[in-house]
């Protein structure tokens, strides 16, 4: 997709948010969601389009890590490391982890993926995973 088309695009995803109040986040999750990341040039047609500074879109692309600055084809696996995960013993799967996946899946650390009584959990897509241990989590990090 050429500059101009992603531009075009990106202001068409603004346009159906703008009648919402705080608009931005929307905006940037959707932007995500189809080009794979919000790298500089959809952070000025973001700003351009919401009359914002591209400093102010930086800011909270930069603070939220679920933005990618550039894309990445990866598979991507969120694995929780919050309090209760590691309670019920996440940490100790994490090295595992990191091994099954290699550099062929992304592994994400997450802070809360509503699972609390039933960690540790991750999440692949939209999909959430819970109770697992080392051999269920490598499973799943292998069909990811």
């Not at 973001?46 to 598979?75: C, K, M, Q, W």
Request: glycine fraction near 6%; charged fraction near 30%.
């Amino acid at each position: 997709m050429s500059v101009v088309e992603s531009d075009k695009r990106i202001e068409e995803i603004c346009a159906g948010h703008r009648a919402q109040r705080g608009p931005l986040l929307p905006i940037l999750h959707e932007v995500q969601a189809e080009f794979g990341c919000v790298d500089e040039a959809a952070e000025r047609a973001i700003a351009r389009a919401l009359n914002l500074t591209r400093a102010e879109v930086h800011g909270v692309v930069s603070f939220y890590h679920d933005f990618n600055h550039a894309p990445d084809d990866r598979p991507e696996v969120q694995i929780c490391r919050a309090e209760a995960c590691q309670a019920r013993g996440v940490e100790a799967l994490v090295s595992d982890a990191q091994n099954a996946a290699g550099d062929r899946v992304r592994l994400k650390t997450v802070y809360c993926l509503g699972l609390c009584s039933a960690g540790p959990a991750a999440r692949v897509g939209e999909r959430m995973h819970a109770r697992l241990d080392s051999v269920s989590l490598r499973k799943l990090i292998e069909e990811a």
